[in-house]
Structure formats: C-alpha cells, structure tokens
C-alpha cells in the first residue's frame, strides 16, 4: 500500500528550462514533506521541504508547492542544470521518525 | 569526512547463508535507521533505533536483526539469505526530532542473494 505516489517515473528538460515534479499522497495524517535528490551509486539527499501549514516553500532554484485539499505536491526547478540530472524522491512524515518514500523521478537535464 | 558510511558496498552471496551490513554515524545523531529500496525503487524503513533502543520495527521478516551496540552504530544481520532479499539497503541517521532535520543517508549496499 504505496502512501507516496510519483507518477510519470522520468523526464528530461533542455537545459536552463523548468523542471516540474509530482506527488500525490493518500494518508492525510501526513504533516511534513521532503524532496530528496540521488546520484548513483549514492545515497539520498535532502534538497528541500515544506510543512503542511505552509503552501509553498522555496530555495534558490528549487520551489515545493502544496495543495492539501489535493493531497499534492509538486517541486520546480529553475532554471535547470546538468548537475540536476539526478532521481528525485518525494517523502512524507507523520509523527517523528516515520518517513515514507515515493519510487522516485529520474530527471535528465540536456546541455 | 563521510557522515554515514556503510559497508560493504557489495555483497553477492548464495542462498542460506548468512551476512552482516555494517553502519556507522559520525555526525552525533541519536536516531539510525535501515531502509531497502527493492526492485520497484521503493524506498522502504525496515528498523529504527534511537539511542539504541529499537523504536520501528516495520514488519520485517525475523530473519532480520538490527544490532546497535552503542548510539553510533546500527549493524543489520541477515540469517537465512534468500532470493527475495536481493535489494540496496541504505543506512540512515537523523537527530530524534526528524521535522527539523532530514534524514543522511549512507550510499547503500547492494545485496545480490544468487
């Protein structure tokens, strides 16, 4: 029972474009979410979050916007650069420590 | 300085054997974790220990067995290998309160069980 769904598994963008990325939950006791970014043949990293009090949160490049009527979410790029190219996990919290992982989205950004 | 590391990065093994992963945090965190992302891609929590008390134990097969000798460690035994264990499994640490700090993760360990 997938609580984090990431559709549409790959995009590629031109670079310098926007970068758009989807997540639509179902358990609406989720109160935090993440994105986080993979390299192969590494780990995860946290790129950005948002609390569900909030609608939108930015940092530099990168924007997650949350609509929790919808259950969504979504996190911008922009513009887009090679070093982007990368999976991105979506994530949501509910209570301490309990975080479930969308399969991810693998994003080609071409120079 | 590697935050979270863990080894071995490979593991190939047969059947009915038993094998270790280790795990280790220098970043003074109080909470490990172990994660495995199937063939799917799913990233999923197995274990959680803060402060070396188990805390989430996510229906895993008993054949599984965290061991966190102190707050820094979080080691995972497999008894039993099978086919079906054949996955990444990444290492996990975050301080206790996750809402104010993500978590690091280590660079995972490919386990393939022929």
């Known amino acids: 029972d997938q609580q984090v769904k990431q559709n549409s598994p790959s995009l590629s963008v031109q670079e310098g474009r926007i970068s758009i990325l989807n997540c639509d939950y179902t358990?609406?006791?989720?109160?935090?979410f993440l994105w986080y970014k993979k390299y192969p043949a590494e780990g995860p990293t946290f790129l950005i979050s948002i609390s569900s009090i909030k609608d939108k949160n930015e940092d530099g490049r990168f924007t997650v916007f949350l609509n929790k009527s919808a259950k969504h979410l979504s996190l911008h790029i922009v513009p887009s650069q090679p070093g982007d190219s990368a999976v991105y996990f979506c994530a949501a919290l509910r209570g301490n420590n309990r975080l479930a992982f969308g399969k991810g989205n693998q994003v080609v950004v071409i120079p | 300085d590697t935050a979270v590391s863990q080894t071995p990065k490979y593991l190939v093994t047969q059947m009915g054997n038993d094998k270790s992963i280790k795990c280790e945090q220098n970043?003074?965190?109080?909470?490990m974790y172990w994660y495995k992302q199937d063939s799917k891609k799913f990233l999923k929590i197995m274990f959680s220990?803060?402060?070396?008390?188990?805390?989430i134990n996510e229906t895993v097969p008993n054949r599984f067995s965290p061991k966190s000798p102190d707050k820094a460690h979080l080691n995972l035994h497999i008894n039993s290998l099978e086919l079906g264990d054949s996955a990444v499994y990444f290492c996990a640490s975050s301080p206790r309160d996750t809402y104010n700090s993500p978590l690091h993760f280590g660079n995972g360990t490919r386990l393939t069980v022929t």
């Open positions: 358990n609406s006791m989720f109160d935090y």
């Open positions: 220990y803060n402060n070396k008390e188990l805390i």
């Open positions: 970043l003074g965190h109080d909470t």
